[in-house]
């Protein structure tokens, strides 16, 4: 199975579903970004601290598997020039639609986030990556090609789930129980049943991948970034949230 295929297609099928990542921002928050009442966040819950951001005016920002209607057109009312990279068609059409809607300037291409090739080195000074990594199967791939986009010094910003939220089956999890199921690293190609792969794909939903904080953490520190922040955010409602962060975010900057 072509993985990258497999879940554009999921993703186009979850905007007409209207998940809650492909809802775009309404009107009344465009304003507000133009005003300067902004934020955006990169996990389900915790806005991005402001001061993480450089500042937006003229600042050529990447939003990286971020479409959806949501970070790309806070950013581009705040000033920012904005293009968005992502997998799905459907999804960077979110985006358009405010765009037009609002007389933002935002540019929309299509891809794998493992490969920017369409990019030029050193073109970005804020790459903007919403907790989206889990929908492929090597992240090292994804660092490696944000620090190649980003100009020295230049910033990226990033979600992505806490490893340890894999080990649990995810169906017990959903009626509340935390039950210790698989082993990291965990793939749903491989660690699911086959009736249970069969109804994820009955369902429409991408397949997910988890990555160790090694991977995570390590993998921006040798693509050439370093840290300088961390937060932790959970989702509420779900189970693991009453015990754990289930999501980390992260600043980076560029150093070579």
């Known amino acids: 199975m072509n993985i990258a ?3 554009r297609q999921a993703w186009d099928a979850l905007v007409d579903k209207k998940d809650q990542w492909t809802v ?3 009107a009344d928050e465009v304003r507000d970004a133009r005003a300067g009442r902004w934020h955006v ?3 389900p819950s915790r806005a991005v601290p402001r001061e993480w951001f450089p500042p937006l005016e003229g600042t050529s920002t990447l939003c990286l598997a971020g479409a959806g209607g949501q970070q790309a057109p806070i950013l581009a009312a705040a000033g920012a020039r904005v293009t968005v990279f992502d997998n799905s068609p459907r999804q960077l059409g979110q985006d358009r639609l405010v765009a037009e809607r609002e007389a933002l300037e935002i540019r929309t291409l299509q891809g794998d986030m493992r490969d920017l090739g369409a990019l030029p080195d050193g073109s970005f000074t ?3 990556h919403p907790c989206s990594n889990c929908f492929v199967p090597d992240v090292r791939a994804v660092w490696r090609e944000v620090a190649r986009v980003l100009e020295p010094g230049g910033i990226l910003l990033a979600g992505f789930i806490n490893p340890l939220a894999f080990i649990f089956d995810e169906h017990a999890a959903e009626r509340g129980d935390l039950i210790v199921r698989h082993r990291l ?3 749903d190609e491989t660690h699911l049943e ?3 792969l069969k109804a994820l794909h009955d369902r429409g939903e991408p397949m997910v991948f988890s990555h160790s904080l090694e991977e995570q953490l390590g993998g921006q520190l040798d693509a050439g970034l370093v840290l300088t922040a961390i937060i932790e955010d959970d989702w509420p409602g779900k189970a693991l949230s009453m015990y754990a962060p289930s999501f980390l975010a992260t600043r980076a900057v560029k150093v070579r």
């Open 5 to 7: 295929d497999y879940n």
């Open 24 to 26: 775009p921002v309404t």
């Open 41 to 43: 966040v990169l996990t």
């Open 126 to 128: 804020l790459v903007v």
């Open 185 to 187: 690293p965990y793939a």
């Open 194 to 196: 086959t009736g249970e």
